[in-house]
């Protein structure tokens, strides 16, 4: 079985100050793994996945996240935030072709930033 | 525009009132599924449906039904709710022929049971 931990549950940071949301997972087998991020009265939108390839993946509004196989984790991190960043963060797995098509959340990491 | 559209999106009501909270999806998707949020506790599985006339239990199913009788419609049924039903439901579809198991999610409903 798989599950995911967020380490943080909320992130303090000052405006343009850089950011690593923690994620680390357990599988044994490989996964896909994603951020969803959550602005305030809203649904999870994806911000970034990781499937197979280059380590370091890219998603928007300028976030991007690093997968480390050996240390089960799948960290994200912008390196300046800004007020509309304020949002709760999501990391989850999936496993490649499961008939059973789930998805398993981590509790979340609310990130907050001060002005 | 591809929407997921979550109806109420805000509910008040009591104990033991059914309610339904309905689920339309436009992307033809044949995966739909119900999740509820709670504080420090993240995304909860409540059922799932892989297509029309086929659901199963989710992590979390007792005190819920759901039904599939169209592509495009899933909705959430809870036949006598308490107070431990009061959370924010996320109705959410993917792909699966795309099969990374991205999800797209409605806006959420905001239940209180009293």
């Known amino acids: 079985a798989q599950s995911v931990t967020q380490l943080d549950s909320q992130v303090p940071v000052f405006e343009e100050a850089p950011v690593e949301l923690r994620c680390n997972y357990s599988s044994s087998v490989s996964v896909y793994l994603f951020w969803y991020v959550q602005y305030p009265n809203q649904g999870l939108q994806l911000l970034l996945k990781y499937l197979s390839g280059s380590t370091l993946v890219k998603g928007i509004n300028g976030f991007e996240a690093e997968f480390n196989k050996s240390q089960t984790s799948f960290h994200l991190r912008k390196p300046s935030v800004h007020i509309s960043d304020t949002a709760e963060y999501f990391c989850a797995v999936s496993v490649p072709y499961s008939s059973a098509s789930k998805i398993i959340f981590g509790s979340g990491t609310r990130l907050s930033i001060r002005p | 525009e591809a929407q997921v559209t979550q109806n109420p999106r805000y509910l008040i009501t009591v104990t033991g009132k059914k309610l339904t909270v309905t689920c339309s999806q436009n992307m033809n998707h044949e995966y739909m599924s119900w999740y509820r949020q709670d504080p420090g506790l993240g995304l909860r599985q409540i059922y799932y449906s892989m297509n029309v006339e086929v659901t199963d239990k989710g992590d979390v199913p007792e005190g819920y039904k759901v039904s599939r009788k169209e592509k495009r419609n899933f909705p959430l049924i809870l036949e006598s709710p308490s107070p431990n039903q009061t959370s924010l439901y996320f109705c959410?579809?993917?792909?699966?022929?795309?099969?990374?198991?991205?999800?797209?999610f409605g806006e959420g409903s905001r239940l209180t049971v009293l």
């Open positions: 959410a579809t993917r792909d699966m022929m795309e099969n990374t198991g991205e999800l797209f």
